[in-house]
């Protein structure tokens, strides 16, 4: 029999790691498979997605197509997706189209790795887009104490809040929102999930007060620290890091609904460290 079809599916495309990590994953399993970039055109996401399931396995979905995912997919979202408003994980099962969102689960994951459970904790997460809507509820379910969100738009982060209280009463008393400088307490994690490390510029954050044993986290990675993360130490955050191994982390939690086993992310984002020029 052929290898099983998998891929990633976006908009630019060719920046994505996600065939390393996954191809990787597959050789700690001895699991013949093959792992593509997949480009859409900005209007043919469904149609493309359509044609690849005809003898294709599985999908992950990156920028700008999470969303149309997720209506693609209609009912069989799994919590997790349904939460995020958003998909980057799909598969066939009897024939239908079924989709999740790993990638608060892999925020959650490294969060563990690099010894932040997030569990107990104040946690301020800084910008309202994709990415944060992704994290919010895996962030609660992990039992965080309080998670503040803060966009430069404050209208997209109590619009998060707003969805997720709806689907979880219970998340209103743990979860909050406002605008950038809308924010007081001191924090255990403070997340970057803004794209203004894209260019080196910092979101204004006046006068966030870190607590011992605190993490400054930023979802974007370079070769270098980025500035969130250089600031945030200056700052009085004890440890920082990259949002690397959330991207490893969400690939494993992928992994394992599509091939059902749990890869080791240790040695890929070591060698992924290397391939992006990181010491
Ligand atoms: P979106 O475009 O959906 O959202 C961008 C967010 O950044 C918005 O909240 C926006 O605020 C804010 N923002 C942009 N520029 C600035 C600025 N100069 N000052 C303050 N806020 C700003 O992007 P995503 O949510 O998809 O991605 C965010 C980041 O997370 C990116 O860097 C991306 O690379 C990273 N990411 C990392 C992943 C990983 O696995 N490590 C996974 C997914 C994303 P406003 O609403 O006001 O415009």
């Known amino acids: 029999t052929p290898a099983k079809r998998y891929g990633v599916i976006g908009h630019p495309i060719e920046h994505s790691r996600s065939p390393q990590i996954h191809t990787q994953f597959a050789s700690q399993f001895n699991l013949a498979l093959s792992y593509e970039r997949i480009l859409a055109p900005l209007d043919g996401f469904s149609a493309t997605v359509e044609a690849f399931f005809k003898d294709g396995s599985g999908l992950n979905v990156t920028l700008p197509f999470k969303e149309q995912a997720y209506d693609l997919v209609g009912p ?121 490390s894209l260019n080196q510029n910092l979101p204004e954050l006046p006068d966030a007060r870190y607590r011992s044993n605190s993490l400054a986290y930023d979802m974007f990675y370079a070769s270098e620290p980025t500035a969130f993360m250089r600031a945030a130490e200056q700052a009085g955050a004890t440890h920082s890091k990259d949002g690397l191994g959330m991207l490893v982390g969400q690939a494993a939690a992928s992994f394992q609904i599509w091939h059902g086993v749990e890869a080791d992310v240790e040695p890929v984002l070591a060698k992924l460290r290397q391939d992006i020029g990181q010491v």
């Not at 997790?80 to 799909?90: E, P, Q």
């Not at 944060?132 to 209208?155: K, Q, Y």
Request: glycine share 12%; charged share 25%.
């Open 76 to 196: 069989r979202l799994s919590r997790r997706a349904r939460m995020a408003g958003a998909v980057n994980t799909l598969w066939l099962e009897e024939g239908q189209l079924h989709g999740c969102n790993t990638d608060g689960v892999g925020l959650c994951s490294d969060l563990l790795r690099v010894g932040h459970n997030p569990e107990g904790k104040r946690i301020l997460l800084i910008g309202a887009g994709g990415a944060s809507r992704g994290v919010v509820f895996p962030l609660l379910e992990a039992g965080c104490e309080m998670l503040h969100i803060i966009n430069r738009t404050s209208a997209k982060a109590y619009d998060i809040r707003e969805q997720v209280v709806a689907l979880d009463p219970d998340a209103s008393r743990r979860l909050s929102a406002g605008g950038l400088d809308d924010h007081c307490g001191d924090w255990d994690i403070v997340i970057n999930a803004t794209s203004a």
